[in-house]
């Protein structure tokens, strides 16, 4: 996933993003699985960010009884329009409770106090993954619209994104491209930044060069590798701080570049089809252009 929001704080907060309502998510990842209700959940309650956009992409909205507070987020989330009017959620272990959610959606996160006594509930739970493909995406969409009662919204779902990437353009530039972030993060191989990339049939510098799917690569390095262009979060686009400002560094003048809002990429979901035809649109320009 992109890791720009990770480090909007200056500093690499990979759980902020996807972190849960006060660490819950961790109790359900401890839960065996699968421990899902027999019959169609009718109070669910979201752990994450992007659990939220499955739960709301698949379930029926009278279903949902809570959301995470970056559901409303339009940085955040790319179905933060289909939140209005949904519950959202402070975060407390009480809060859920009080609920009684018959099934709870979310994926392993940091720890907390709550954890213990939440613990002891034994809500139904299912655990997704962050998935680092399309494969996982299509995955993780099947076991949610099962766990939620609605199968074939599932595979709704999954046909209109296979026939929408299907009208994409497959041509293999042999162009190299790096996703580069604030304060000079790129994103490598294994992720699913690097395999929208590999859709849009561009190389991954992070993965030219032997590098892990998160490090750092300073401003004198890029200008040197030279990409021939760079993949960046359309929220760098403006100077807001010194993270940002190291975007727009006189070095990098001249390398073309292709904006994509983070909240397409930061969880694998239906956005990704809205990523893949921005970055293979934006790859085929860019390929014209770059010199």
Known sequence: ?????YLRSGKLALCAVVATLGGVAAWA??????????????????LNLCADQLVMALADREQIAGLTRYA???????????????????????EIMAIAPDLVIGMPARRSPAIAVLKAKKYPALDIKSPDSYDAI????REVAKAVGHPQRGEALIARMNRDLARLPHARTGKVAAYYQRRGYMTGTGTLIDDLMTRAGVINLAGKLGKPSLS????EEMAAARPDFLIVDT?????????????HHPVLDGIPRIGIPQAWTVCGGPAYVKAARAMSAGAGAAGVNAR
């Open 29 to 46: 990842a401890s839960v065996p699985k699968p421990m899902i209700a027999a019959r169609t959940p009718q109070r669910i309650v979201s």
């Open 138 to 141: 299509l995955r993780s969409i």
């Open 1 to 5: 996933m992109a890791l720009t929001a």
């Open 235 to 247: 929220a760098t686009e403006k100077v807001v701080d010194q993270g940002t400002a190291m975007m």
């Open 216 to 219: 750092q690569m300073s401003l």
């Open 72 to 94: 409303a987020d339009p940085a955040m989330s790319a179905a933060a329009s289909s939140a209005k009017g949904l519950p959202i959620l402070r975060g407390s272990a009480e």
